[in-house]
């Protein structure tokens, strides 16, 4: 359990949350950036993705072998991660070894050699990074579906980028994109574990204050298609994702949607498990997921089955999100819908790292901190009404898309076959 959270800044007004754990024999510290591939031009897509390899290759006081025996000495690890929206840089060590840590941190994210050598070795790392995404279908269903519903807005592609614009930049352009978007007021601090809170608005007031203020920039919201799109691939299994337009981060509602989702598609006990993967056999897996950004969302179902099946399951889906907006919620189903999404909260937020990515990614998206607890009060609190009231207004079906992964001549048929789908 924390002491408390804490929303604080340095003098120059960098955000520096923090989150006190006086029993914890760790401690976790992470720089975000409000700059991911959303905000990459057409032609530079991938940048911040490559960028973020860059930054691990160390700087004019280290070797990228330096930073990583240095982290490792200190009984830590480093990582990174770029998002649509967010790009993050954290460590976490020993409670003892802390102020090294960090140190080696702010040096990362404030003084990146960004070479050309670097670049010309990390480069291929990332393309095989790429090519890896998308020869695995599981994954790149997803990437097809974003295309599928926001078409060419940036967030339609990969976050990695394409194999053809990530060879075509170099080290100024990592320069310059470092340099416009690696500053306030588009940075915040977090830092959670067995830590001293002053110590941190310090380090980063020492690190950080100096910067001068990123390039101004404006996002455009994407508009969400409605259609139905097949990507061809040889083998026989079908991967499918069907999802609709959704709720952006900081609405008021996500906790309806998110119980919404858990009752029609989360776990083992869930409608769509029970009522396909259970009693048909025709799926392995068969979900529902949610994706939030500043500005729009998504709602969606992913499963794979054979080819010569797929029309026949995306039909039982459609059935039940009719059963769903029609029939209501069965007795117990939103309780143990709540108990299932509260436990796994609170197991995945057990270590401080984990704590430091919560409040770090939600900081970032709505430009609040808030508790565990209070997340769990705020779930608690809604109600079948609730449920009932966002899945009749998000399982629309004149809003649905779908993005069909597999065989070309079968697919197609099975789409236009849906044309007459209704819900």
């Not at 170099?170 to 940075?187: I, K, V």
């Not at 980063?204 to 259609?227: V, Y």
Request: glycine share 6%; with cysteine.
């Amino acid at each position: 359990m924390s002491d408390e959270i804490k929303l604080l800044h340095t003098s120059a007004g960098i955000p520096v949350i923090t989150e006190s754990i006086s029993q914890s024999h760790s401690a976790s510290a992470a720089i975000y950036l409000g700059t991911g591939s959303r905000d990459e031009s057409d032609k530079k897509a991938g940048i911040a993705h490559l960028l973020e390899h860059m930054m691990f290759k160390g700087t004019p006081k280290r070797s990228s072998k330096d930073i990583a025996e240095e982290i490792e000495a200190a009984g830590g690890e480093h990582n990174g991660y770029t998002t649509y929206e967010v790009t993050g840089y954290h460590i976490s060590s020993l409670d003892e070894t802390f102020h090294s840590s960090a140190d080696i941190l702010s040096d990362m994210v404030k003084n990146p050699l960004l070479k050309q050598s670097d670049l010309d070795t990390e480069r291929n790392v990332v393309i095989q990074e790429i090519r890896m995404m998308e020869n695995d279908p599981d994954d790149y269903i997803h990437t097809l579906f974003s295309q599928t519903i926001w078409g060419d807005h940036p967030l339609g592609r990969s976050e990695a980028g394409f194999v053809e614009t990530v060879k075509a930049l170099n080290a100024e352009d990592l320069r310059e994109f470092f340099e416009s978007n690696y500053r306030p007021p588009r940075m915040a601090v977090v830092a959670t574990g067995n830590i001293d809170e002053d110590k941190i608005v310090a380090w980063a007031s020492e690190n950080f204050d100096d910067l001068a203020k990123a390039k101004e920039r404006e996002r455009t919201a994407p508009k969400p298609n409605a259609k139905f799109m097949v990507y061809p691939k040889k083998d026989p299994q079908a991967y499918i994702c069907m999802g609709f337009p959704a709720l952006k981060s900081a609405d008021p509602e996500r906790h309806a949607q998110r119980l919404m989702s858990a009752v029609f598609g989360a776990g083992m006990s869930s409608r769509l498990f029970q009522e396909i993967r259970e009693k048909t056999g025709m799926v392995y897996e068969i979900y529902s997921s949610g994706t939030a950004y500043t500005d729009c969302g998504t709602l969606d179902v992913l499963f794979n089955t054979d080819v010569k099946k797929e029309e026949e399951i995306i039909r039982l889906v459609a059935a039940e999100m009719k059963k769903l907006k029609e029939e209501g919620l069965r007795p117990g189903e939103l309780d143990r819908a709540k108990h299932m999404m509260k436990g796994a909260y609170v197991r995945r937020f057990e270590s401080s790292e984990a704590r430091m990515i919560r409040l770090g990614e939600s900081y970032m998206a709505t430009g609040k901190v808030t508790s565990i607890e209070d997340l769990l009060k705020k779930m608690d609190a809604v109600t079948e009404e609730d449920v009932l009231k966002i899945a009749g207004r998000l399982l629309d079906r004149s809003r649905l898309n779908i993005a069909v992964h597999a065989p070309e001549k079968e697919s197609k048929k099975a789409v236009k076959n849906l044309e007459d789908l209704d819900f």
